[in-house]
């Protein structure tokens, strides 16, 4: 998407460690008009598959799901990463590893929100190595729902994440690929 | 706000410790349609007051601040809970008390994102004890920047944040305000 891949050009930053920066605009400070038109495009892509509901974690998840499910007109579920005094009853949880920050932590969906048969389409900021998506995969999966595919907004192609799903058969959808980047730049996939 | 009243008296579900749950639309499962509305609300209310930008606090405030910004066509800054590694550089920072959770807590703000002069209007989903409004002011205070005002979804209106901010000369507008609620039902302020 060439609204997406211009910002990334011109307002994200490369730094060490293969991290990039989009903290400008799609994470701590957020574009509402490009994140707004990113959800537009998530719903262009996976309308025809009918989606009933969007799941997507907190917090960097949440504005482009909501623009997602604004877009769809569904409801947009956010697995939260930790147990809080206000989740009561049950919950679905699975544990992700973050190589951000070189730990495990818990997500969890009460189990009220998601139901057997729900066919959900998972939306994020990021995908690189995946942990996260696979996280939420198996939540929905406790829930006897169907994950109908995953609309990220930047996937890191050169990490294995979106390589390693698609070959699952899940439907990974990207709107911006990064081939490599560095001090240089950022190249992206045709 | 009818719409959100209505919302709350339908979906809301009232709690032991003053816990009002909105998780069904407001916070954990959002409610895409609802939430627009509400960003147009407080931009109904806010135009006037020309805001240069919008600060929230993650999770559960991204959403509807996210619809205010698209509503006003201005950037939306989430401070963050927890310092993580993707934050480099100096930060604004407070710390918060959370009654919900029984803790304190730091919330940060990038300083590249948060400038001296900006009309910043706060926009969150709740409004209880008005902690985290007073960490966001303490945060535009550090920055130089105004605040106008702020624009919060749901406030209880029988705890005292909204009252001692407005005592304050803030600027507090809430979409919807409880003034009690039991096991029999949600009365709101006319």
Do not use: W
């Not at 930053?13 to 903290?23: D, I, Y």
């Not at 998530?42 to 997507?56: E, H, M, Q, V, Y």
């Not at 050169?158 to 799903?165: E, I, S, T, V």
């Amino acid at each position: 998407m060439k609204l997406l891949e211009d910002k990334i050009r011109s307002e994200g930053k490369v730094l060490p460690g293969s991290v990039l920066k989009v903290s400008a605009f799609l994470n701590h400070q957020l574009d509402p008009d490009l994140i707004m038109e990113l959800g537009k495009e998530f719903a262009r892509i996976f309308a025809g598959d009918s989606p009933d509901k969007i799941l997507t974690i907190e917090s960097s998840g949440i504005a482009v799901a909501l623009a997602a499910g604004a877009a769809l007109h569904i409801p947009v579920l956010f697995a939260k990463k930790h147990r809080t005094s206000n989740v009561f009853g049950e919950a679905y949880s699975s544990i992700v590893h973050s190589y951000t920050h070189g730990c495990d932590y818990t997500v969890i969906v009460e189990k009220e929100y998601l139901h057997g048969g729900e066919r959900v389409l998972i939306v994020d900021d990021f995908i690189a190595n995946g942990k996260a998506v696979e996280g939420l995969l198996e939540i929905i999966a406790q829930a006897g729902a169907e994950a109908i595919g995953a609309g990220i907004a930047v996937e890191k192609g050169f990490q294995d994440g979106g390589a390693r799903l698609r070959s699952k058969g899940l439907r990974v959808e990207s709107l911006a690929i990064i081939e490599s980047m560095d001090e240089n730049g950022i190249v992206f996939c045709e």
